[in-house]
């Protein structure tokens, strides 16, 4: 998965990356508005961090632009403006949630986790496809109730396709959030991962639809 944070205090953007990466995210970093609003333009995230004290264009004026250009992935305001009158605003302009400065990072993660579930219209961290199920918070998976053993991009792969639900995702996409735009892997390489996965989890488990790409078969 890709997210974008928008946050112009160096040392906080930073500890939003690692937090973020740590959990499996492909993070893009952006330091004012102007350089936010281009990016989630043009990019294909899967979810924003964004703060409202930006240099150049403040942050509800990125979201709203954001917004009025179609560009609907969940964005969670993270911002010292904490008075309910600003987190009115914020979530009118079109916010999935707010998170008031200062705050703790397991907090933040959570939210990722429950804004996410949401967009993909789940209620629970747990999938549950025909005999496999899988645990996106403990990042664990087990086939019929036996342990899976995945290496970490294999997992990523695994909760990007669940997230998407019946929707088939070409391999071009997935290269993107699973490696970044800057170092996307070529389709040989996805199509030996999903080979990979499939030996794993079942061949019956992702599907590939000729000219669109992967999906799960059954998706929740």
Do not use: C
């Not at 632009?65 to 009118?92: C, M, Q, T, Y």
């Amino acid at each position: 998965m890709r997210a974008l944070v928008v946050e112009d205090a160096s040392e906080v953007a930073e500890d939003l990356r690692l937090a973020l990466e740590a959990t499996g995210f492909i993070v893009d970093l952006s330091p004012d508005g102007t350089d936010a609003w281009f990016q989630g333009d043009v990019e294909d995230y899967d979810i924003a961090i964004l703060d409202l004290g930006l240099p150049q264009l403040d942050g509800l004026s990125v979201l709203r632009r954001w917004r009025a250009a179609g560009r609907l992935f969940p964005v969670i305001i993270v911002s010292a403006r904490g008075n309910w009158i600003e987190r009115v605003e914020g979530i009118d302009a079109g916010a999935d949630d707010y998170l008031g400065k200062p705050f703790e990072m397991g907090e933040l993660i959570a939210r990722v986790r429950g804004v996410l579930r949401r967009a993909a219209g789940r209620g629970s961290n747990v999938v549950t496809v025909g005999r496999l199920r899988v645990d996106t918070q403990r990042a664990t998976v087990d086939l019929g109730g036996v342990p899976v053993r995945l290496s970490p991009l294999e997992f990523r792969l695994l909760d990007y396709l669940i997230h998407q639900g019946d929707r088939a995702v070409p391999a071009h996409e997935i290269a993107d959030h699973l490696y970044g735009a800057a170092d996307s892997g070529d389709s040989n390489a996805i199509e030996a991962l999903v080979a990979r996965l499939r030996r794993k989890v079942g061949a019956d488990v992702i599907v590939t639809r000729r000219g669109f790409g992967y999906q799960i078969d059954g998706a929740p």
